[in-house]
Protein backbone atom coordinates (compact mmCIF):
# COMPACT_ATOMS: atom_id res chain seq x y z
CA UNK A 1 0.00 0.00 0.00
CA UNK A 2 1.18 3.65 -0.94
CA UNK A 3 0.80 6.49 1.33
CA UNK A 4 0.68 9.66 -0.87
CA UNK A 5 2.40 12.39 1.09
CA UNK A 6 1.67 15.99 -0.07
CA UNK A 7 4.61 17.98 1.26
CA UNK A 8 3.69 21.73 1.05
CA UNK A 9 6.51 23.97 1.11
CA UNK A 10 5.55 27.29 2.50
CA UNK A 11 7.50 29.91 0.36
CA UNK A 12 8.61 33.46 2.20
CA UNK A 13 6.55 36.24 0.96
CA UNK A 14 7.59 39.56 -0.95
CA UNK A 15 6.05 42.26 -1.48
CA UNK A 16 7.16 44.37 -4.38
CA UNK A 17 5.67 48.15 -3.83
CA UNK A 18 6.53 49.39 -7.55
CA UNK A 19 7.30 47.53 -10.62
CA UNK A 20 10.93 47.12 -10.90
CA UNK A 21 13.25 45.53 -13.58
CA UNK A 22 12.05 41.99 -14.23
CA UNK A 23 15.57 40.36 -13.95
CA UNK A 24 15.33 40.53 -10.02
CA UNK A 25 11.60 39.82 -9.92
CA UNK A 26 13.06 36.40 -11.57
CA UNK A 27 15.49 35.63 -9.22
CA UNK A 28 13.25 36.23 -6.70
CA UNK A 29 10.26 34.15 -7.61
CA UNK A 30 13.09 31.22 -7.62
CA UNK A 31 13.11 31.77 -3.58
CA UNK A 32 10.19 33.21 -2.39
CA UNK A 33 6.02 33.93 -3.21
CA UNK A 34 6.31 36.70 -4.59
CA UNK A 35 3.73 39.77 -5.22
CA UNK A 36 4.66 42.93 -7.36
CA UNK A 37 2.03 45.63 -7.01
CA UNK A 38 1.45 46.58 -10.66
CA UNK A 39 -1.88 48.41 -10.14
CA UNK A 40 0.04 51.89 -11.00
CA UNK A 41 -0.47 53.59 -8.56
CA UNK A 42 1.34 53.92 -5.41
CA UNK A 43 0.50 52.36 -2.05
CA UNK A 44 -0.88 54.79 0.81
CA UNK A 45 -0.15 54.85 3.91
CA UNK A 46 -3.24 53.13 5.49
CA UNK A 47 -2.80 50.28 2.74
CA UNK A 48 1.29 50.19 3.53
CA UNK A 49 0.28 49.36 7.10
CA UNK A 50 -2.98 47.30 6.36
CA UNK A 51 -0.74 44.62 3.98
CA UNK A 52 2.68 44.95 5.00
CA UNK A 53 2.85 42.44 7.97
CA UNK A 54 1.56 39.58 5.69
CA UNK A 55 5.06 39.49 4.36
CA UNK A 56 8.23 38.11 5.29
CA UNK A 57 10.26 41.20 3.08
CA UNK A 58 9.14 44.44 1.14
CA UNK A 59 10.99 45.58 -1.72
CA UNK A 60 9.90 49.23 -0.93
CA UNK A 61 10.82 52.73 -3.42
CA UNK A 62 11.21 56.27 -3.12
CA UNK A 63 7.63 56.54 -3.31
CA UNK A 64 6.70 54.85 0.26
CA UNK A 65 7.36 56.98 2.84
CA UNK A 66 8.01 54.38 5.68
CA UNK A 67 7.20 55.78 9.05
CA UNK A 68 7.69 54.92 12.26
CA UNK A 69 3.58 53.71 12.28
CA UNK A 70 4.28 52.10 9.36
CA UNK A 71 7.47 49.81 10.72
CA UNK A 72 5.56 49.56 13.77
CA UNK A 73 2.66 47.82 12.03
CA UNK A 74 4.41 45.03 10.44
CA UNK A 75 6.74 43.08 12.81
CA UNK A 76 6.55 39.97 10.79
CA UNK A 77 8.73 42.02 8.08
CA UNK A 78 12.00 41.27 8.11
CA UNK A 79 13.72 43.71 6.11
CA UNK A 80 12.78 46.83 3.45
CA UNK A 81 15.05 46.31 0.35
CA UNK A 82 14.60 50.09 -0.61
CA UNK A 83 14.76 50.15 -4.60
CA UNK A 84 17.38 53.20 -4.45
CA UNK A 85 20.63 54.60 -3.06
CA UNK A 86 18.94 57.12 -1.24
CA UNK A 87 16.91 55.88 2.00
CA UNK A 88 15.48 59.38 3.29
CA UNK A 89 11.95 57.57 2.99
CA UNK A 90 12.52 55.11 5.54
CA UNK A 91 12.60 56.30 8.90
CA UNK A 92 16.08 54.89 9.89
CA UNK A 93 15.89 55.48 13.35
CA UNK A 94 12.34 53.89 13.92
CA UNK A 95 14.25 50.90 12.01
CA UNK A 96 16.84 50.54 13.83
CA UNK A 97 14.56 50.85 17.32
CA UNK A 98 12.72 47.92 16.25
CA UNK A 99 15.58 45.89 14.26
CA UNK A 100 14.23 45.64 11.39
CA UNK A 101 17.14 45.23 8.36
CA UNK A 102 17.14 48.28 5.60
CA UNK A 103 19.01 47.93 2.39
CA UNK A 104 19.70 50.33 -0.80
CA UNK A 105 21.46 50.24 -4.31
CA UNK A 106 24.84 51.65 -3.60
CA UNK A 107 27.70 51.29 -6.01
CA UNK A 108 25.41 50.15 -9.08
CA UNK A 109 24.32 53.58 -9.69
CA UNK A 110 26.96 55.61 -9.12
CA UNK A 111 28.20 56.45 -13.05
CA UNK A 112 24.84 56.15 -13.97
CA UNK A 113 23.80 59.12 -11.93
CA UNK A 114 27.53 60.54 -12.16
CA UNK A 115 26.76 60.54 -16.33
CA UNK A 116 23.66 62.26 -15.51
CA UNK A 117 25.06 64.70 -14.36
CA UNK A 118 27.42 65.38 -16.80
CA UNK A 119 24.73 65.48 -18.86
CA UNK A 120 22.43 67.98 -16.99
CA UNK A 121 25.83 70.57 -17.16
CA UNK A 122 26.98 69.99 -20.58
CA UNK A 123 23.12 70.98 -21.41
CA UNK A 124 22.97 73.84 -19.24
CA UNK A 125 26.59 75.18 -20.53
CA UNK A 126 25.81 74.27 -24.17
CA UNK A 127 22.00 75.73 -24.47
CA UNK A 128 21.50 72.25 -25.66
CA UNK A 129 17.40 71.85 -24.87
CA UNK A 130 16.95 75.42 -25.65
CA UNK A 131 18.98 75.06 -29.38
CA UNK A 132 16.68 71.63 -29.58
CA UNK A 133 13.71 73.56 -29.29
CA UNK A 134 14.84 76.32 -31.72
CA UNK A 135 15.58 73.67 -34.43
CA UNK A 136 12.13 71.81 -33.41
CA UNK A 137 10.13 74.98 -33.32
CA UNK A 138 11.48 75.59 -37.38
CA UNK A 139 12.99 78.88 -36.51
CA UNK A 140 16.67 78.16 -37.54
CA UNK A 141 17.04 80.37 -41.21
CA UNK A 142 20.93 80.20 -41.64
CA UNK A 143 24.04 79.48 -39.44
CA UNK A 144 24.67 82.69 -37.65
CA UNK A 145 28.11 83.11 -35.50
CA UNK A 146 26.60 84.37 -32.28
CA UNK A 147 23.62 81.57 -32.40
CA UNK A 148 23.57 80.03 -28.99
CA UNK A 149 26.45 80.85 -27.55
CA UNK A 150 27.07 78.74 -24.55
CA UNK A 151 29.53 78.47 -22.03
CA UNK A 152 32.63 76.43 -22.75
CA UNK A 153 33.45 73.54 -19.88
CA UNK A 154 36.74 72.70 -20.12
CA UNK A 155 39.43 74.81 -18.05
CA UNK A 156 37.05 75.94 -15.55
CA UNK A 157 36.60 75.25 -11.43
CA UNK A 158 34.60 72.36 -10.96
CA UNK A 159 33.27 72.50 -7.28
CA UNK A 160 31.80 68.90 -6.04
CA UNK A 161 29.54 68.36 -2.60
CA UNK A 162 29.93 65.38 -1.36
CA UNK A 163 33.25 63.22 -2.17
CA UNK A 164 30.81 59.61 -1.98
CA UNK A 165 30.58 56.88 -4.38
CA UNK A 166 28.53 59.38 -6.85
CA UNK A 167 30.84 62.46 -6.29
CA UNK A 168 33.80 60.38 -6.70
CA UNK A 169 32.43 59.28 -10.34
CA UNK A 170 31.82 62.39 -11.23
CA UNK A 171 35.11 64.05 -10.54
CA UNK A 172 36.87 61.16 -12.35
CA UNK A 173 34.59 62.17 -15.28
CA UNK A 174 36.31 65.24 -15.44
CA UNK A 175 39.17 64.13 -16.67
CA UNK A 176 39.85 65.19 -19.94
CA UNK A 177 38.30 68.52 -19.33
CA UNK A 178 41.38 69.82 -17.55
CA UNK A 179 39.46 71.37 -14.92
CA UNK A 180 40.56 72.57 -11.22
CA UNK A 181 38.72 70.24 -9.32
CA UNK A 182 37.66 71.87 -5.33
CA UNK A 183 35.44 69.52 -3.23
CA UNK A 184 33.80 69.73 0.02
CA UNK A 185 32.96 66.91 1.76
CA UNK A 186 32.12 66.24 5.80
CA UNK A 187 34.99 64.82 5.95
CA UNK A 188 38.80 65.39 4.54
CA UNK A 189 39.14 62.29 1.88
CA UNK A 190 42.96 62.31 1.08
CA UNK A 191 42.63 59.62 -1.23
CA UNK A 192 39.98 61.57 -2.91
CA UNK A 193 42.48 64.17 -3.95
CA UNK A 194 45.34 62.18 -4.69
CA UNK A 195 42.73 60.39 -7.16
CA UNK A 196 41.33 63.21 -8.76
CA UNK A 197 43.93 66.03 -8.44
CA UNK A 198 41.44 67.66 -6.17
CA UNK A 199 41.24 70.79 -3.86
CA UNK A 200 39.25 69.77 -0.46
CA UNK A 201 38.13 73.55 0.05
CA UNK A 202 35.49 75.40 2.79
CA UNK A 203 32.25 75.09 1.61
CA UNK A 204 31.85 79.24 1.12
CA UNK A 205 35.31 78.66 -0.50
CA UNK A 206 34.16 75.85 -2.93
CA UNK A 207 30.73 78.34 -4.06
CA UNK A 208 32.32 81.48 -4.74
CA UNK A 209 35.34 79.57 -6.74
CA UNK A 210 33.62 77.29 -8.99
CA UNK A 211 32.04 77.66 -12.22
CA UNK A 212 30.14 74.83 -11.84
CA UNK A 213 28.81 73.38 -8.41
CA UNK A 214 27.56 69.77 -8.67
CA UNK A 215 25.72 67.98 -5.35
CA UNK A 216 26.43 64.60 -4.79
CA UNK A 217 25.14 63.93 -0.93
CA UNK A 218 22.10 62.37 0.78
CA UNK A 219 18.96 64.13 1.84
CA UNK A 220 18.84 64.10 6.28
CA UNK A 221 18.42 67.01 8.45
CA UNK A 222 22.07 68.30 8.04
CA UNK A 223 21.59 68.71 4.04
CA UNK A 224 18.02 69.52 4.18
CA UNK A 225 18.54 73.71 2.18
CA UNK A 226 21.92 73.34 2.26
CA UNK A 227 21.57 75.60 -0.40
CA UNK A 228 19.65 78.61 0.34
CA UNK A 229 19.30 82.32 -0.19
CA UNK A 230 22.94 82.84 1.30
CA UNK A 231 24.81 79.98 -0.31
CA UNK A 232 23.95 80.59 -3.73
CA UNK A 233 24.91 84.87 -3.29
CA UNK A 234 27.92 83.76 -2.83
CA UNK A 235 28.02 81.49 -6.37
CA UNK A 236 29.53 83.42 -8.92
CA UNK A 237 27.00 85.11 -11.43
CA UNK A 238 28.07 82.98 -14.50
CA UNK A 239 27.62 79.72 -12.82
CA UNK A 240 25.96 76.39 -13.04
CA UNK A 241 24.28 74.61 -10.45
CA UNK A 242 23.60 70.72 -10.94
CA UNK A 243 21.53 69.15 -8.74
CA UNK A 244 21.06 65.04 -8.73
CA UNK A 245 21.01 64.35 -5.19
CA UNK A 246 17.38 65.15 -3.51
CA UNK A 247 15.60 67.89 -4.51
CA UNK A 248 14.99 69.55 -0.94
CA UNK A 249 18.88 69.81 -0.38
CA UNK A 250 18.04 73.35 -2.58
CA UNK A 251 16.09 75.94 -1.23
CA UNK A 252 14.25 75.74 -4.41
CA UNK A 253 12.37 79.46 -3.75
CA UNK A 254 15.95 80.49 -2.89
CA UNK A 255 17.14 79.43 -6.37
CA UNK A 256 14.60 80.97 -8.41
CA UNK A 257 14.83 83.92 -6.94
CA UNK A 258 18.59 83.50 -7.57
CA UNK A 259 18.07 82.53 -11.24
CA UNK A 260 15.87 85.45 -11.68
CA UNK A 261 17.67 87.69 -10.63
CA UNK A 262 20.68 86.40 -12.70
CA UNK A 263 22.52 85.30 -9.56
CA UNK A 264 23.76 82.55 -11.65
CA UNK A 265 24.14 81.80 -15.30
CA UNK A 266 21.50 78.41 -15.38
CA UNK A 267 20.93 75.42 -13.46
CA UNK A 268 20.31 71.60 -14.43
CA UNK A 269 17.60 70.02 -11.91
CA UNK A 270 16.91 66.36 -11.81
CA UNK A 271 15.25 66.36 -8.34
CA UNK A 272 13.05 68.80 -6.92
CA UNK A 273 11.64 69.64 -3.45
CA UNK A 274 8.05 68.46 -3.76
CA UNK A 275 8.54 65.77 -6.79
CA UNK A 276 6.42 65.60 -9.39
CA UNK A 277 5.72 69.34 -8.74
CA UNK A 278 7.57 71.31 -10.76
CA UNK A 279 7.25 75.25 -10.20
CA UNK A 280 6.00 77.14 -12.57
CA UNK A 281 8.93 79.48 -12.33
CA UNK A 282 11.30 76.66 -13.58
CA UNK A 283 9.33 75.75 -16.34
CA UNK A 284 9.71 79.40 -17.77
CA UNK A 285 13.25 79.34 -17.73
CA UNK A 286 15.46 78.62 -20.83
CA UNK A 287 18.71 78.48 -18.56
CA UNK A 288 17.41 75.66 -16.75
CA UNK A 289 17.33 71.95 -17.52
CA UNK A 290 14.68 69.84 -15.80
CA UNK A 291 14.55 66.32 -15.56
CA UNK A 292 11.79 64.02 -14.14
CA UNK A 293 14.47 62.03 -11.67
CA UNK A 294 15.85 60.04 -13.88
CA UNK A 295 19.54 60.08 -12.46
CA UNK A 296 19.68 56.11 -12.36
CA UNK A 297 17.75 55.45 -14.87
CA UNK A 298 19.74 53.33 -17.60
CA UNK A 299 18.37 50.18 -18.67
CA UNK A 300 21.22 48.36 -17.51
CA UNK A 301 21.60 50.31 -13.92
CA UNK A 302 17.82 49.59 -13.39
CA UNK A 303 18.09 45.75 -13.98
CA UNK A 304 21.07 45.64 -11.50
CA UNK A 305 19.61 47.71 -9.06
CA UNK A 306 16.63 44.84 -9.19
CA UNK A 307 19.05 42.34 -8.76
CA UNK A 308 20.93 43.99 -5.53
CA UNK A 309 16.72 44.42 -4.16
CA UNK A 310 16.40 40.75 -4.85
CA UNK A 311 20.13 39.48 -2.96
CA UNK A 312 19.63 41.68 -0.35
CA UNK A 313 16.06 40.18 0.54
CA UNK A 314 17.61 36.26 -0.30
CA UNK A 315 20.14 37.03 1.49
CA UNK A 316 18.08 38.23 4.95
CA UNK A 317 15.05 35.90 3.91
CA UNK A 318 17.53 32.85 3.96
CA UNK A 319 19.31 33.69 7.31
CA UNK A 320 22.30 35.69 5.72
CA UNK A 321 23.77 39.15 6.50
CA UNK A 322 21.98 41.66 3.76
CA UNK A 323 24.77 42.54 1.15
CA UNK A 324 23.98 46.29 1.37
CA UNK A 325 22.29 47.44 4.56
CA UNK A 326 22.27 50.73 5.80
CA UNK A 327 23.28 50.15 9.26
CA UNK A 328 24.75 47.61 10.89
C1 LIG B 1 17.47 57.65 -6.71
O1 LIG B 1 17.15 58.77 -6.56
C2 LIG B 1 18.24 56.91 -5.77
O2 LIG B 1 18.43 57.35 -4.64
O3 LIG B 1 18.71 55.82 -6.15
Not at 220 to 240: C, F, P, V, Y
Request: hydrophobic fraction near 40%.
Amino acid sequence: MYIIYKVVILLKKVLITEPIPQAGIDLLKEHFDVTVNTSGHSMTKEEMIREFNKYDGIGTSLLNPIDYDVIESCPNVQIMANFAVGFNNIDIEAAVKRNLIVTNTPDVLSDTTAETAWALLFAVARRIVEADRYVRDGKWQKFSTNLFLGMDVFNKTLGIIGAGNIGRRFAEKARGYHMDILYYNRHRDFEFEKQYNAKYVAFDELLSNSDFVSIHVPLNEETRHLIGAEELALMKDNAILINTSRGPVVDEKALIKALQEKQLYGAGLDVFEDEPHVPEALLQMDNVVLLPHIGSSTKETRERMSLLVAHNLINVLEGKAPVTPVFK
